[in-house]
């Protein structure tokens, strides 16, 4: 019986860093190669726990670089964080935000539209929140890794405004977009 016990405890202490990786935030990547002037880059992040990253299957077919999800694919947008990443064509991060701000107050003129700044080291990054006259609330943060990477960037994440999860949202969306990097080239193969 000792022995058996003994047994368990090695099987146990074994399987314990699987364990652990398990609960550990998990790679998020995006990829884009060379194009024109524009560099190849790779964006990447860390998943929160329990949450997917797809950059290849979701992503591709709703037409965005990675999308970040909890439990299975719905193809419905609320509680899904999104990266787009897109050539720099606007003068500024400024003209950025404004465009998007015209573009989503043309389609609900009752929305509310507010702005804060985003603390981030490794890049110039702003938010708009936008409150949907359907209920619908969007957080979206565009960054912009610097004039040589050719590319500008944006983070989304849509909740419902009455959701008593949107504060937990919220956080783990942030660290998300503040765990954010920009590389130039190509990604290792995966």
């Given at each position: 019986m000792r022995r058996c016990r003994g047994l368990l405890l090695l099987v146990a202490l074994a399987l314990?860093?699987?364990?652990?990786?398990?609960?550990?935030?998990?790679?998020?990547?995006?990829?884009?190669?060379?194009?024109g002037k524009v560099?190849?880059?790779?964006?990447?992040?860390?998943?929160?726990?329990?949450?997917?990253?797809d950059c290849c299957m979701y992503a591709r077919a709703v037409g965005v670089n990675l999308v970040i999800y909890q439990g299975e694919w719905t193809g419905e947008p609320i509680g899904v964080m999104v990266l787009n990443v897109w050539p720099r064509k606007l003068p500024s991060l400024e003209a950025e935000l404004d465009?998007?701000?015209?573009?989503?107050?043309?389609?609900?003129?009752?929305?509310?539209?507010?702005?804060?700044?985003?603390?981030?080291?490794?890049?110039a990054c702003e938010a708009l929140v936008f409150q949907g006259s359907d209920r619908v609330d969007d957080a979206v943060v565009f960054c912009d890794p610097g004039k040589a990477s050719?590319?500008?960037?944006?983070?989304?994440?849509?909740?419902?405004d009455k959701d008593?999860?949107?504060?937990?949202?919220?956080?783990?969306?942030?660290?998300?977009?503040?765990?954010t990097t920009y590389r130039r080239g190509a990604a290792a193969h995966r």
């Open positions: 314990a860093p699987i364990a652990g990786a398990m609960d550990a935030p998990r790679d998020a990547i995006a990829q884009g190669k060379p194009d560099p190849g880059w790779v964006i990447q992040t860390k998943a929160p726990v329990g949450w997917t990253a465009a998007d701000r015209k573009h989503y107050l043309q389609l609900d003129p009752l929305a509310k539209a507010s702005r804060f700044p985003v603390r981030h080291r490794g890049m050719g590319i500008r960037l944006s983070w989304s994440l849509s909740f419902a008593p999860q949107r504060g937990h949202l919220l956080d783990e969306f942030m660290r998300v977009v503040v765990g």
